[in-house]
Every structure is written in C-alpha cells, then in structure tokens.
C-alpha cells in the first residue's frame, strides 16, 4: 500500500512539475479572468516626465475600456528609469514575472530599442507609443508603434527651416548618446541638404550626452558660424538649457526642434528663452483628427479639468493601448503570437492621433505631422504639414 502510495505522489508531482515547465514564458491569461498588459516607461531619471505623460494617456484608454473578451485588463506598470541597461531588465521582468500578453512602450527610441531582443526572444508583441527611431521595429516581427517615424519628422522640419523661415544655413545640436536625437538629425541633414542643394548647408554640428548642462562650448562655436536657424533635436531639459543659454551668449537665431520637447518641464526650464520655440509633434487637442480624437479630448479633460493642454504623447499612449485591445477582440484570444498576428494585420484602426494602419515593417503609415509653438508660455498649434 506504501508503495502504490508512493508511486501515485511520484506521479503527480512528475505531472505539477511539467505543467509549470510547459510553455516558458507563455501567460496564464487564456485560463485566467484576468489580461495583463505591460506598460514600459521611465518614471525615474532624465525622461521621466514623457514616460508619466504616455501612462497618462494609457490609464485613461484603460478607465474607458477596461475589459476586452469579457476579461478585466489589468496594467502592469514597469519603470525602465531612462536607462537602456535598465530597459532591458524592466521587460523580461514584465514578461517573465508579471506574464503580461502586450507591452506599451518605452519613451525614449534608445529605451524601446533595448528591450526589442526580449520581446522577440519571448514572442511577447510591443507597442511604441512615440518612438520614432526606424530601429526600434526594423527587423522585429513582435515590435510595432503608432507613431510617425523621424525620417518622415526630419523632412517636416528641414521643409519647415527652409520654406518657412527661408533658411540656407543651419546649425545642428545634437544628443549623441540619444537613437532619437542622432537619427533625427541625421534625416533633417539630408533632406534640407537636398532642398537646399547645397553640401555645405549646415554649417556647425555640436554634440552633447544626456544629464549635461553647460553648453556655452558648442553654443559659442555655432554663434561663430552664425546659422539662420539651429535645429536642436533632443530631450526636453537639456533642450531647454541649450536656448536659454543660447539666448544669454546673444545668439538669436530661431530654435526648432522634435516632438521630445512638448512637455510641461521644457516650459518651466527654460522659461521666456523657449517663447517662439517651434517643435514637430503628433496631435493638438484643439484640432483632433477623428471622431476618436474628439472623444479622447473630450474624456481628457473631464479626467483633468484643470490642465490647459493635452501633450502628444498622452493622445499616443491612448491609441496604443485602444489599438492593442482592437488586436486582442480580433484575435478572439489573449494568446500573444495571436495578439502579434492581429497587430500586424491592423487596418484603418481610429485612432485619437488619426487613423491608422500597420505596414510590413510594423510601422503606423502616417503622412501628417503637427507644428506647435511655444507662445505665452503654452504650447500652441501652428500648421498641420503633410509630406507624401
């Protein structure tokens, strides 16, 4: 009898232990009454506050619809701390203890890219909020995004320094230890060297890390070259130091610069030297592009009564998240690869930032940038520029 006892405990704890090894990372939201999606921000360090800006956005999509397949949503909230070391470990975590079926995010192209080895490693689809870096989806099947990309942002603005403020010299600042400010600049070099037609159109390139705060070296070479307009593409503190003492070394030529800068701490940094500012970005709540647009304004602003503006990148952590659950109910599972097949396959999705469709690459097609400026101290819509 001991035996046969035995014999039956061996076997179930043979069966228990291959049903917990089965399936590595696979999420139990098939069986549970619950989807996990992971949200991958930094909430801490440099970009913090455009990481708190996209969950704004995302919470506030998960408030107004908080089920899908009849199973509540639950967020996962990981702080990736601005750091790409960090990035990684914050989405295996995501994936591996949290067993989230999606991830959204990360501000920051440098961050987002970082964490692309796991989500494809682990088949575990990602959404990009406002990444623009072309890297971040290039060859990962699993990584997707909702927003433009900065070769199309980078022709924006060399269109905008040339036709608009008649540029034929301009100067670059750039963040080098940043995927978005390096590539950024690198897309505005060559299309306003094309439109220019000149090799020698920028005149003056100064390179900068992230955290610095003395720029009176690259500012006082680029007062040399005297630019008619510096584009300066980078996070939105050390942006906002770069003009303000810019402003004090006398150098008055226009600044323009990324959607990076449409935060509330690029206003109170640099203060009446960021006034006249001009930045690209990918929605304004005073001109929504879609009913959903409408929609998102609207529930915005009962939420927060008392913000004047909606930044970008709220609206885009919004559509992440709606275009993430419009995958799941097509998929009719909560099965990630299923999840990754009905992402990719997203068509026409409406969307608060405009509509949306997934291409072969799992970028958003999009042709239509914003331009704000900074005037009186708000962010404030210029133009609408579309660029085929």
Known sequence: MKKTLSVLLSLALVVTMAAGCSGGTTTSSEDSDVIKIGVFQPLTGANAAGGELEVEGVELANQLRPEVLGKKVEL????????????????????????VVAILGSWGSSLSIAAGDVVKTNQIPAVALSATNPQVTAGNDYYFRVCFLDPFQGTVMA???????????????????????????????????????????????GNYNTGDQDFNGILTNIKAANPDVIFAPGNFTESALIIKQARALGITAPFIGGDTWETNEFITVGGADVEGAVMSTFFDDTNPLTE??????????????????????TALGYDGYMMTLDAIERAGSADPVAIRDALAETKDFEGATGMITIDANGDATKNEAIIKTVKDGKFTYLDSVTVD
């Open 292 to 313: 959903a647009g409408k929609t998102f304004v609207a529930e915005y602003k009962k939420a927060y009564p008392d913000r004047a503006n909606i930044a970008a990148v």
């Open 76 to 99: 996962v909230i990981a702080d990736n701390k601005s750091d790409k070391a960090e990035a990684t470990t914050a989405a295996a975590r995501l994936i591996e203890k949290d067993k």
């Open 159 to 205: 269109n905008y320094a040339s036709k608009k403020l008649n540029a034929k010299k301009v100067a670059i600042i750039q963040e080098v230890s940043n995927d978005y400010s390096v590539g950024l600049a690198k897309f505005f070099t060559d299309s306003f060297v094309k439109l220019t037609g000149d090799p020698n159109a920028i005149v003056a390139t």
